[in-house]
């Protein structure tokens, strides 16, 4: 088996067997880093790698979007218009290539990466 193939096998293990608090932070996790990719190709002038990684991006957030179940929990809406917010920065940066508006999508999304983080390891300790 090749070392590629290895690697897919174990990512795709990695997600099957996570916890929904893992895959959430996983999710967090890729989007920050995109969003930090995307910054650096677009100040490097790199559109196409720019364009690529806000739009993986931006199909991170409309999963979290679509997943979110706003009647549960108070704050669920004001959530939702957050990825609603993201959806259009990243649209708009994309279109303009304006690193300002991925710095601020990046000051969004890192802080509540490390908050769902946090959460997910405060779940995990509190669990026998």
Same mark, same amino acid.
Request: with cysteine.
């Given at each position: 088996?090749?070392?590629?193939?290895? !690697?897919? !096998?174990?990512?795709?293990?990695?997600?099957?067997?996570?916890?929904?608090?893992?895959?959430?932070?996983?999710?967090?996790?890729?989007?920050?880093?995109?969003?930090? %990719?995307?910054?650096?190709?677009?100040?490097?002038?790199?559109?196409?790698?720019? +364009?690529?990684?806000?739009?993986?991006?931006?199909?991170?957030?409309?999963?979290?979007?679509?997943?979110? !179940?706003?009647?549960?929990?108070?704050?669920?809406? %004001?959530?939702?218009?957050?990825?609603?917010?993201?959806? +259009?920065?990243?649209?708009?940066?994309?279109?303009?290539?304006?690193?300002?508006?991925? +710095?601020?999508? %990046?000051?969004?999304?890192?802080?509540? %990466?490390?908050?769902? !983080?946090?959460?997910?390891?405060?779940?995990?300790?509190?669990?026998?």
């Amino acid at each position: 088996m090749s070392a590629a193939a290895l !690697r897919a !096998r174990y990512l795709s293990d990695t997600v099957a067997t996570a916890s929904p608090q893992q895959l959430l932070v996983m999710l967090y996790d890729r989007l920050a880093l995109d969003l930090e %990719r995307a910054q650096k190709a677009a100040a490097a002038g790199d559109r196409q790698t720019a +364009s690529e990684q806000l739009q993986h991006a931006q199909e991170i957030v409309l999963e979290l979007l679509s997943s979110l !179940r706003v009647d549960v929990w108070d704050g669920g809406p %004001r959530l939702a218009a957050l990825y609603n917010w993201l959806v +259009s920065e990243m649209v708009q940066a994309n279109v303009k290539m304006d690193t300002n508006r991925i +710095s601020s999508c %990046r000051q969004v999304v890192e802080p509540l %990466r490390d908050a769902w !983080r946090q959460a997910a390891a405060s779940l995990a300790g509190s669990t026998p």
